[in-house]
Each structure stands twice: as C-alpha cells, then as structure tokens.
C-alpha cells in the first residue's frame, strides 16, 4: 500500500490490518482477483493524490479502493469463478456485491464512509449504473475514482472468462467512455498518471 507518512492517522495500522485480513478472506475465496484490491487501491490513491485531495479524505478513498471488492464473499464460488457467460439470475447475484461489501463495512461506526463509497463503485456517469442508479456528481467522488480504476484493472487483468486486453485498447476504452462511464474531468486528470501506471502496475502485461 502506498501512502505518506505525514497523512496517515493515528489508528492507520489497525485500519491496515483490517484490510489485510478482509481482502486475504476474499483472495481466498476468488483466486482470479489476487492482487487486483491492491493495485486499486493503490491507483485510486495515486489518482486522488493527483488531483489535490489530502489527508483523511485521501486515506478513505484509499482504504475502500482496497475494499471495494469485498462483497463479493457473498457470491457463492460457482458464480464468481464461472468461466462461461453468466445466466440472468447469475449476473444478478454478482450486481449485489456492492451492497454487501456496504453492509459488512457498515458493521463498524468507524467504516461508515468507506462504506458508502464502496456501495456505490458500479455507479456510471450516465446514470446506468448500480445500485442505486445515480448519476454524475450525485455519485460519491471517491467512488467515482475507485470505478474508473476499477475498470481499468478489470480489463488489463486475467479473468474466468478472458484474457486481458492490451494496455492501449484499454486507454482507448477509458477515453471513448468518457462523459459515459466515467467522470469526464477524472479522465481528463489521469492522462499524466498512465505511463507511470503502466510501468509500475502492469509490467506483466501481454504484448
């Protein structure tokens, strides 16, 4: 995990701790997101560094950038690790993780903000996405930034039912879902961060 000494609070290792222990359970149970909670984490840090947020607001997006997963410990195996297309009900028990990652972290006073960004990650610029369906602004800023590095990692990673994608049609993907998918001013912001993203996340890329 990265981070600044100067910004972390006092009870960041417990914080640590607890996110060590949380995603380990979810690793274990999903082998094809090994690593993926941690470079999201890390990238949606760099991200909201980038554009000038600090301190605590910056350790939270970071936190629920590793957590943002988390929900999916309650998606049965067979589902999560499907490697053919998913059936409607299928697809639907995997849209729910996001309200069950929310509900666990709701289960400390101390994770509530954390949960909220976590709940709404899947949210779209467009208003097309979930849970809640919200749209543009109204969608939490740190859950903004964890959805657009989300979908990064998604599609420049080895997953059940594909290969990745080269890092180029992925930076392609990005800019085509601007305005779309994706918070058009984040987009614009992170075209200085990509280079470096490339060389320090994907060095296992596919040529």
Request: hydrophobic share 35%; net charge neutral; glycine share 8%.
């Amino acid at each position: 995990m990265v981070h600044d000494i100067d910004e972390l609070p006092e009870n960041f290792e417990v914080y640590h701790d607890i996110i060590k222990c949380l995603v380990g359970a979810l690793e274990a149970k999903d082998l094809y997101t090994r690593g993926h909670s941690n470079r999201v984490g890390d990238m949606a840090y760099e991200l909201a560094k980038h554009i000038g947020i600090k301190g605590e607001e910056l350790n939270t997006i970071h936190i629920a950038g590793h957590l943002h997963d988390i929900g999916k410990i309650g998606v049965p195996d067979k589902i999560l690790n499907k490697k053919g297309k998913l059936s409607e009900s299928e697809w639907k028990a995997i849209k729910r993780h996001p309200e069950i990652g929310s509900n666990i972290l709701n289960c400390s006073s101390k994770l509530k903000v954390i949960s909220k960004l976590v709940l709404h990650h899947h949210e779209r610029w467009d208003g097309k996405g979930y849970p809640w369906g919200l749209k543009g602004k109204d969608i939490p800023l740190g859950s903004r930034i964890i959805a657009l590095c989300d979908s990064i990692d998604a599609m420049t990673s080895q997953r059940p039912y594909r290969k990745p994608i080269p890092w180029e049609i992925c930076k392609m993907e990005i800019r085509n879902n601007k305005g779309v998918q994706f918070d058009p001013f984040l987009v614009e912001a992170m075209e200085g961060l990509w280079e470096n993203w490339e060389q320090k996340f994907y060095g296992r890329q596919v040529q």
